[in-house]
């Protein structure tokens, strides 16, 4: 919500009257675009950036290169990251140009940086990443830089999830 280096923040995107008591829910690195939830409750804070819920979000990433089958599958069963085992991911290949690589990437888990720091582990640099969905919602059509409230019949079943065991 504040940048110490002045750069502009998501709360910038909203009409000043719509920002009061917001907060960003998770995180978007300054590379990254998509979607990104704002709420002014604390619970759906917790509901959806605590683990033990199993909220996904998805991805759409370009890198460089074409990751091997062997390599994408080595991602779906998890990477050594920071000392421990990511927890799968679901990881499609949709589209392949002469230099790079389209995939889909569902996450229930967000270290810092994971998906960049493993595509480079791969020996794939990210050149576009992009959220598209944070458990079960999706941008849509939605353009960049735009904002929509969201209706209660999709917030309301988040707030009410319970824990995995």
């Known amino acids: 919500c504040h940048d110490p280096q002045g750069r502009p923040t998501v709360l910038d995107l909203l009409p000043r009257s ?3 008591g917001l907060h960003p829910i998770g995180r978007l690195d300054a ?3 998509g979607a990104l939830l704002l ?3 604390g619970a759906l804070t917790l509901r959806l950036t605590h683990p033990r819920f199993d909220h996904e979000k998805s991805y759409r990433v370009w890198v460089d290169g074409h990751p091997s089958p062997q ?6 069963h998890g990477i050594q990251l920071d000392g421990s085992l990511t927890r799968p991911a679901r990881v499609e290949l ?4 002469k230099q790079r690589s389209l995939l889909s990437i ?4 967000g270290r810092n940086r994971q998906i960049r720091r493993i595509a480079a582990g791969l020996g794939h640099r990210v050149i576009d990443l992009q959220r598209v969905g944070l458990a079960g919602i999706s941008l849509d059509n939605l353009p960049e830089g735009s904002w929509r409230r969201l209706r209660q019949e999709e ?3 988040l707030l ?3 824990p995995c065991a």
Do not use: I, V
């Open 18 to 20: 719509e920002r009061r």
């Open 31 to 33: 590379d990254s675009r």
């Open 39 to 41: 709420t002014d409750q």
């Open 71 to 76: 390599a994408l599958q080595q991602w779906r």
């Open 94 to 97: 949709l589209e392949r140009t």
């Open 106 to 109: 569902q996450l229930k888990e």
């Open 155 to 157: 917030w309301q079943p």
């Open 160 to 162: 009410n999830a319970r």
